[in-house]
């Protein structure tokens, strides 16, 4: 059932959201050759407990750390450990926070040190189709109108939408209805209204699609190994554009 939000409980989301988006601003220098991933996660949990939150993720279906923290050809829901990020890595952090039971949940990837063009190019590919699907998360639309502007927008720069994973709507809980995928045709699904909260989330590849998960059980990576990247943002419907509650 997708849950429509009143303007007490967007008030909430939008504090969650605002402690991920700082929660970034005090990671973000920190990426750097040398750093392991444990200590971002360290550092991310101390910063959301302080401004009286709590992470959205730790402890969410057995998950053991704060941050998802994946690495290069790591998609998503790779677990934070003793791993020392290397210069040309890139790195997707996905991050969630909790106040007064709703949810803020957001992903970027960063780079580490001096990265290859490609990988550049696989970062702002991924962040533009992120934006290209917001754009259509608007009163009236059909779901997947977001999911086809996403794809259209990574195809057309000859990368790859991950199907296996998708957006999803969020509030009282970190997945709620409607699932989002980030491809398929427009015109399809239950039409946006006011009030509604997603999470869009393009996770987007180099080579081809298709993923596996690691024994970990967690760790998902791509099956060709080649890189991936992960961007994402809360965001409400409104009588306007779409609000992005995870942006400073």
Request: proline share 5%; with cysteine.
């Amino acid at each position: 059932m997708i849950t429509i939000k009143n303007e007490r409980e967007l008030n909430y989301m939008r504090d969650a959201g605002r402690v991920v988006a700082q929660t970034f601003v005090e990671i973000k220098d920190m990426v750097k050759p040398g750093v392991t991933t444990k200590e971002l996660d360290l550092k991310a949990e101390d910063f959301i407990i302080s401004k009286g939150a709590k992470p959205a993720f730790k402890g969410y279906g057995g998950f053991p750390a704060t941050l998802c923290t994946s690495v290069n050809e790591q998609v998503v829901h790779g677990i934070p450990g003793l791993r020392k990020l290397e210069n040309g890595d890139i790195i997707s952090i996905d991050c969630g926070a909790v106040i007064n039971g709703f949810v803020g949940d957001s992903a970027i990837t960063l780079p580490v040190g001096e990265i290859s063009q490609q990988a550049w190019d696989l970062l702002k590919v991924t962040e533009q189709s992120l934006y290209a699907g917001i754009a259509q998360a608007v009163e009236g639309n059909r779901l997947t109108d977001v999911s086809h502007a996403i794809q259209q927008w990574v195809e057309k720069h000859n990368m790859s939408v991950v199907r296996d994973y998708v957006g999803h709507g969020i509030g009282s809980k970190i997945h709620e209805d409607p699932q989002i995928p980030n491809f398929g045709p427009p015109g399809r699904g239950p039409r946006l209204k006011k009030g509604m909260t997603l999470a869009i989330e393009p996770m987007v590849n180099l080579g081809t699609f298709e993923v596996r998960t690691l024994p970990d059980n967690w760790t998902v990576v791509t099956l060709d190994g080649k890189l991936s990247a992960h961007f994402e943002h809360t965001i409400a419907i409104t009588d306007d554009t779409p609000e992005i509650l995870t942006k400073i």
